[in-house]
């Protein structure tokens, strides 16, 4: 994995106030360097092996998009990417809907309360957009994956979740 100095590229990263946990900084992406790319590119293998590569192009959209906001967990020692996750935040009609997505921690990070830390900046952005509640999926066999969301204040829905694909 390629790592990249922490003060060459300080403002591609916006922290967020919540931001600081055990060596661990949180913050919105601003824009993605080479070598950052190449470490998200990583850390979505990890996720879903079968997705397509990120490409730049579909990054630099994504980071663009009104209401989309990737945020990044950043190892202080080391700088490296230790993991991210996607908030989506659209108003309705009735109300303002957030979804956090693609939640995922590098092995090297894992039990460092990076996932924690990824969520409660993902529910302080999806907050400050006006949302009452978030929403999420995750997959009932990633048991570390359930244990995160029902410690860090996730109930699960009643509802079921449903998909057309287009």
Do not use: K
Not at 15 to 44: F, H, K, M, N, W
Not at 47 to 71: F, I, K, N, W
Not at 105 to 128: E, K, P, T
Request: one cysteine or more; aromatic letters at 4%.
């Amino acid at each position: 994995m390629t790592h990249v100095s922490w003060t060459a590229e300080a403002d591609w990263l916006d922290p967020l106030p919540v931001a600081q946990r055990d060596g661990i900084l949180v913050g919105a992406v601003r824009t993605l360097s080479d070598a950052r790319l190449a470490e998200l590119r990583a850390l979505y293998r990890l996720l879903d092996p079968a997705l397509p590569e990120l490409r730049r192009e579909s990054a630099e959209t994504m980071l663009g998009a009104a209401g989309v906001t990737l945020l990044a967990a950043v190892d202080a020692a080391s700088a490296r990417l230790a993991g991210v996750a996607t908030l989506v935040a659209a108003p309705t009609l009735a109300r303002v809907r957030a979804w956090a997505e693609d939640l995922v921690v590098h092995a090297d990070f894992r039990g460092r309360g990076v996932g924690a830390a990824l969520m409660d900046a993902c529910a302080a952005a999806a907050a400050a957009a006006g949302a009452e509640e978030m929403n999420g999926t995750v997959h009932p066999r990633r048991e570390a994956a359930v244990a995160l969301y029902r410690r860090t204040g996730w109930e699960f829905s009643e509802s079921l979740p449903v998909r057309r694909r287009l």
